[in-house]
């Protein structure tokens, strides 16, 4: 199999990573911090890396391309801060590395297609990863359907963040409601949208026949797969959805072994994932194909 493809990852600008809390002051980040920084005395599962041990571990494991997502920042000026971070990381490497552009419609909706036409002409290919619930208003609110016809227009594929609605209440879990993802997906049938994180279960409901026809351009990702499913979840996703609708992504630099591993990698869940009794072809498919078919590569 030639390199695999992980289309969900996330880096920070050097000056978050060095200090995380102030960088989130500075820029009026509330949830973040929340996410990321150890909580009521628990240790966080955020690792933290630059952009050259980014290289090294997707060396280690055999990763040849990554995609670089925003985050769902609450601000604009924070998303182009992230933005601008992508476009030196795309231009320094651009047979490593792929960039979605962050944006905050709730901060303003022309401030966000400015952004998106800047990022379009500087190379980025997609949007996200986003998530109203925490950036602000919701998906049927003017400033987010411009954004999506933006993206439906200019054929920029969309990442959206998406919790499972029952399982284990971790911090900073935040309720996206599964119905809400329906009514977008039926509002821009055309609109290519990767749901994170298998979709918070509605990859399985592709089982469902209103779902089914109403998902024809979705794709899920297994970002952060081994914190909250079972290795198992490698056969039932698939066998509901389709093995072409779904994307190998790690959400790395998060440590998704935190039990046994105190830094980030790759290797591990990759591996993992050539254990979970996929065929060779259904792992090419996973790895590989569905997101060079997807992305254009
Ligand atoms: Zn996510």
Known sequence: MSGIIDSHIHLYPPEATADPVRWA?????????????????????????DLDQLLLDMDAAGVEKAVLLGWYWENHETCCCQNRFYE??????PDRLLAFAGVCPASGFKLSLTELEWA?????????????YVQGGAFDDESWQAVFRWAEENRFVVNLHVSEPVGRNYPAKVQTPLIDFQNLIEGFPHLKIILAHWGGGLAFYETNWAIRKIFKNVFYDTAASPLIYRR???????????????????????I???KTETKPGL??????????????????????INAESLFGI
């Open 256 to 258: 998704l072994y935190p």
């Open 25 to 49: 002051k500075k820029n009026k980040e509330v949830y973040w911090p929340s996410l990321v920084l150890p909580h009521a005395g628990r240790r966080s599962s955020q690792g933290w890396v």
């Open 267 to 288: 290797s591990r869940f990759v591996e993992d994932i050539r254990h979970s009794g996929l065929s060779e072809e259904e792992l090419s498919q996973l790895f590989r």
């Open 88 to 93: 030196e990381c795309i231009r320094a490497h």
């Open 232 to 254: 198992n979840v490698f056969k039932s996703g698939p066998s509901a959805s389709g093995i072409e609708k779904i994307l190998y992504g790690s959400d790395y630099p998060l």
């Open 120 to 132: 379009r002409d500087h190379g980025f290919i997609g949007i996200g990863e986003m998530c109203p």
